[in-house]
DNA sequence: GCGTTTACATTGCAACTGCAATGCAAAGGG
DNA sequence: CCCTTTGCATTGCAGTTGCAATGTAAACGC
């Protein structure tokens, strides 16, 4: 094997130059020739790399989702060992907001992401198996927590939207991190009963 | 004045045209004429109304918003003089869900302008206006029907988040309407008691 | 009837797009 | 020492884009 360079590291610097360019000018201005200028590198290589533009943009979309795991693995490892499940909840989804700038970045690529899926019904798969096997484990916490109270299946959904939705509102501007982080511990006070 | 036309009509128009790109191919897709095809029309004539791309753009937001608001009132309308805040709020929100088909295909146009405008902040100021507007509006309703059981600001946040986060989810087809109608009046229950 | 204004069509163009094709350099294996 | 494979650069091309410019037709004021 001639020429050994790390794939798997050129594809990392690549889609990291992908994810600069649809932070800052969203995903339409994700060309072959933009990226490549991000990066620093030649069109050739990145064609190299990813043949056609939607290859480039699954990958893209599969690092947001291995960065937003690894911040969560993070910030629940950092909890320590058998966390309450209100705890446990509250890192986790507060993880994903897009509470600063790095966050915010990679919100607005993965917003991109969804608009763009929203026409594209195959490439939404992916996401949607994510969103049922975090709606299992998040209704499994509820329903350990809340006990009798409430529904786990109905409120995860709900808990899950307000996560959701909160981060559109951030990414829009239109509430402060604040503000974001107060709604989700009252969601979690209705869940849970407040002062837990 | 020579040649008079019904301004109005004409971009209501091409803008109904410029939804239906989208709806089907997505933001990015939409051109001068892409739309002036869809519309029926030369594309000199969709520039004669539009100078610019992102004039099209603004106005095709615009009614949006209109369509929201008109079926909202529709809705609201019917229940009749003075319904119970609950019965208000649930009739509101579940309007401005992505439930059938001619919502959802605004729906799609809707998210694909929330990730367009995250890059674009200027032409986020009218979004952010009608949210805290109806995020007052909410939390009137909250404190009228839920009194003390929780802080209406708070709750309105989370409430409108529910909503935002349904309507995501709904258009990635995560969940059929039946859940989302569900987790929506779980929030409700969660918010003013059960059984109301 | 004339001129001005509005409505719309057509054409043109520079910029950009994704992608294929081609070329060359380097690093092994034989 | 050649030769095949891999890494990367360059070029070319057909298609599309936004937008300006130019043209024509129609309607009104006078």
């Given at each position: 094997?001639?020429?050994?360079?790390?794939?798997?590291?050129?594809?990392?610097?690549?889609?990291?130059?992908l994810?600069?360019?649809?932070?800052?000018?969203?995903?339409?201005?994700?060309?072959?020739?933009?990226?490549?200028?991000?990066?620093g590198?030649?069109?050739?290589?990145?064609?190299?790399?990813?043949?056609?533009?939607?290859?480039?943009?699954?990958?893209?979309?599969?690092?947001?989702?291995?960065?937003?795991e690894?911040?969560?693995?993070?910030?629940?490892?950092?909890?320590?060992?058998?966390?309450?499940?209100?705890?446990?909840?509250?890192?986790?989804?507060?993880?994903?907001?897009?509470?600063?700038?790095?966050?915010?970045?990679?919100?607005?690529?993965?917003?991109?992401?969804?608009?763009?899926?929203?026409?594209?019904?195959?490439?939404?798969?992916?996401?949607?198996?994510?969103?049922?096997?975090?709606?299992?484990?998040?209704?499994?916490?509820?329903?350990?927590?809340?006990?009798?109270?409430?529904d786990?299946?109905?409120?995860?959904?709900?808990?899950?939207?307000?996560?959701?939705?909160?981060g559109?509102?951030?990414?829009?501007?239109?509430?402060?991190?604040?503000?974001?982080?107060?709604?989700?511990?009252?969601?979690l006070?209705?869940?849970?009963?407040?002062?837990?």
């Open positions: 094997m001639p020429k050994r360079v790390d794939h798997r590291e050129r594809r990392a610097l690549i889609a990291d130059a994810m600069r360019v649809a932070a800052e000018q969203g995903l339409e201005a994700v060309s072959l020739r933009h990226v490549a200028a991000a990066a590198v030649s069109a050739g290589m990145v064609q190299h790399y990813f043949r056609t533009r939607d290859e480039m943009m699954t990958f893209a979309l599969a690092v947001v989702r291995e960065r937003n690894a911040r969560v693995t993070r910030a629940v490892a950092a909890l320590g060992a058998t966390p309450a499940p209100r705890t446990l909840l509250r890192t986790m989804l507060a993880e994903l907001l897009p509470l600063d700038e790095e966050r915010r970045a990679d919100g607005r690529v993965a917003l991109a992401f969804l608009a763009y899926t929203a026409v594209r019904p195959a490439v939404a798969a992916a996401l949607h198996d994510e969103t049922a096997a975090l709606l299992g484990f998040v209704a499994g916490l509820i329903r350990a927590g809340a006990g009798e109270r409430v786990p299946e109905r409120a995860a959904v709900g808990l899950l939207a307000v996560m959701e939705g909160l559109i509102y951030l990414l829009g501007g239109h509430y402060p991190p604040a503000t974001a982080l107060a709604a989700l511990d009252t969601q006070d209705l869940l849970f009963g407040p002062g837990a």
